[in-house]
């Protein structure tokens, strides 16, 4: 086994002790399992099976089918009662399955009872949570949070595993060599943790620095939240191409995340999905949920996304903007502007009598994403005016750097240089003016091509 020593740099090390048991990896695929206690429980077995599909999905795994029990509490050995175990590893291994992901959390006893039986990797909902969480943690901060999630998630844990681990170790009754390892174990894992509690300290006063490294992205920056299953992804898939991923060092964790897309002719924003909000969020992850929410911080623009489909989303609405307001702004931060979406209309009846403030869209369908693009560049761009100018020929070039080639038409070739329209910010026709443009008239076309 190797050292704490060994170890590749930022590699957690959950890793050293549970392999890859407790790891999930985008080229898996998933069969997920739940238990129907019946009513009461706030949200539908089927919704809440959804949401673990939608959390999959943002994990990287597909998933290829549910497996649901109905009774009132777990199992206590196996979670799932015996015939269903049985049909969950029938279909696992029908299916060509890798993992089994559970929609509540396991007991280590369960996981490793579950293990045996299936015969396949099994991973439960926080696990997956925590695994998410890892994959999107972009900053320091954000890295070592999740890592301290884990390590806290594995202390109580480390038993069982040790247990399993050891299974040939001493006999009934005497100290063998798991307990010893389970010690040295336990010893590990929470000077680790107090090593991470310290680094954490120091990260939040690096955090300034990177503020002024994102200041010199000139992009403006539109981050996606909203509860996981609202249709943050497909929205993002709606707004931008596909083939636009933005391989900026900022985001190096975060490039497939990162699209370019264009907001209204020629100006141009980086959208970044989220991992969102996610109901029944364990407690010990609320503080690396914050820190993968950094984007949000830096946003110039947040397009909340609501599942208007839900007949909870007026509350869902209200919840967000609370945590985000208690959990991810700070004291000192601006605010950037928030647009709320309501998705899915597609599927609503009625949305005539929503007085919410927000673009009503489907982004299955495509519905209304023009009158959303409206929206976000209203409020990125608040200032730009067609305008009519003659751009004298020693002033060409700051004409080049001010503009994009979408928002310049030219108009007539003149003997002193080029007449065109253009559409420009209340900065770009001062630059342009001080350069020796001369202005001649607002056109009245505000949006669209100039
Ligand atoms: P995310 O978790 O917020 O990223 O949500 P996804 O983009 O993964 O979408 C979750 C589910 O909602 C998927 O099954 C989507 O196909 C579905 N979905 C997204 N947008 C719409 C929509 O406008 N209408 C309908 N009917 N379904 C949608
Ligand atoms: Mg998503």
Redesign the pocket.
């Known amino acids: 086994m190797s050292d704490g020593q060994d170890r590749r740099n930022d590699t957690p090390l959950v890793e050293d002790r549970l392999g890859t048991r407790a790891r999930i990896f985008g080229t898996e695929r998933a069969v997920l399992a739940g238990i129907d206690a019946g009513p009461g429980q706030g949200i539908s077995i089927e919704e809440s099976m959804r949401e673990l599909e939608?959390l999959a999905?943002?994990a990287g795994i597909p998933t290829l089918a549910s497996v649901v029990q109905k009774r009132k509490r777990p199992a206590p050995g196996t979670f799932l009662g015996k015939g269903k175990v049985d049909e969950l590893r029938r279909a696992v291994d029908e299916l060509g399955a890798d993992v089994v992901i559970f929609n509540d959390d396991l007991t280590p006893a369960q996981a490793r009872n579950l293990e045996g039986a299936l015969s396949h990797k099994v991973i439960d909902r926080t696990q997956l949570i925590m695994d998410i969480f890892a994959q999107r943690a972009a900053s320091k901060e954000a890295k070592l949070q999740v890592e301290l999630a884990q390590l806290r998630y594995l202390l109580p844990r480390l038993r069982g595993w040790g247990a399993a681990m050891t299974r040939t170790g001493g006999g009934i009754g005497t100290r063998g060599p798991g307990e010893t390892q389970l010690e040295l174990d336990r010893f590990k894992v929470k000077l680790r943790i107090h090593a991470i509690e310290r680094r954490l300290k120091k990260a939040v006063s690096e955090r300034s620095v990177r503020r002024q490294q994102r200041s010199r992205s000139d992009l403006p920056q539109i981050v996606l939240v909203?509860?996981?299953?609202?249709?943050?992804?497909?929205?993002l898939n709606c707004l931008c191409d596909a083939d636009s991923v933005v391989g900026d060092k900022l985001f190096a964790t975060l490039d497939t995340m990162v699209r370019r897309g264009e907001v209204s002719s020629g100006r141009w924003g980086l959208f970044i999905?989220t991992v969102?909000f996610i109901r029944r969020l364990p407690h010990d992850l609320v503080p690396a949920f914050a820190a993968t929410l950094e984007a949000v911080r830096h946003a110039d623009l947040v397009l909340h996304?609501i599942d208007r489909?839900r007949s909870s989303w007026e509350r869902d609405y209200r919840v967000v903007l609370g945590i985000l307001e208690r959990e991810v702004f700070r004291e000192e931060d601006r605010r950037p502007t928030i647009v709320s979406v309501l998705?899915?209309i597609?599927?609503v009846v009625d949305v005539s009598t929503d007085d919410a403030d927000g673009v009503p869209?489907?982004?299955?369908?495509g519905t209304n994403v023009d009158r959303l693009l409206a929206r976000v560049a209203e409020a990125l761009f608040p200032d730009d005016r067609v305008v009519e100018l003659l751009v004298p020929f020693s002033a060409i070039g700051t004409l080049h750097e001010q503009t994009t080639p979408e928002r310049v038409d030219a108009l007539e070739h003149t003997g002193e240089g080029i007449r065109v329209r253009a559409r420009l910010s209340a900065r770009e026709l001062q630059e342009l003016t001080a350069a020796g443009a001369a202005f001649s008239a607002f056109a009245a076309s505000q949006d669209g091509r100039p």
């Open positions: 939608s999905r943002t909203g509860y996981t299953n609202s249709g943050k992804s497909t929205l999905d969102g996304v489909a998705n899915k597609d599927t869209i489907s982004a299955k369908e």
